[in-house]
């Protein structure tokens, strides 16, 4: 029987394996889509409209070019948690993630109520930053104000 169960998981490796670095090729060719793309679209540019709406495409895309480095760090770490035998498991509190979490985000690292954990205090944190921010900002544009008026 422990033979079945090795043979399961060698299968199982293989599929994972296989699925992480085939979404590891798309997304490398997506960015080297993209790369490509940029530099001959500057030269097609015309007036200040088409500046203006090329600026914000190529915004656009180096926004995207970003998102898709970032998951192939993602993939590139659930290979290595595939390869030293921590796959599947969640890095905050150690319980197995589950398969159809796996099979939907195959590079998760966390389980759903850790990953949501982390969601909220990011929200809360940002927020956070965000009223030690705004207070700050409103009173530079009183200060503007009153000097302009002043």
Known sequence: MPRAKHNDHGERYGALKTMLEDRRREIQAKLRSLRES???ELAEV???EEQS???FVQAVEVALMEMKSATLAKIDEAVR???DGSY???TECGTEISEARLKALPFAAMCRPCQEREE????HNDNRAMRDF???AL???RNLESLKHG
């Open 81 to 83: 948690r595939l390869e």
């Open 139 to 141: 009173n530079r544009s």
């Open 88 to 90: 599947g498991v969640c």
């Open 38 to 40: 940029l530099p001959a």
């Open 53 to 55: 709406v090329h600026d």
């Open 46 to 48: 015309k007036d200040t």
């Open 120 to 123: 909220e205090s990011k929200i």
């Open 134 to 136: 705004a207070p700050s």
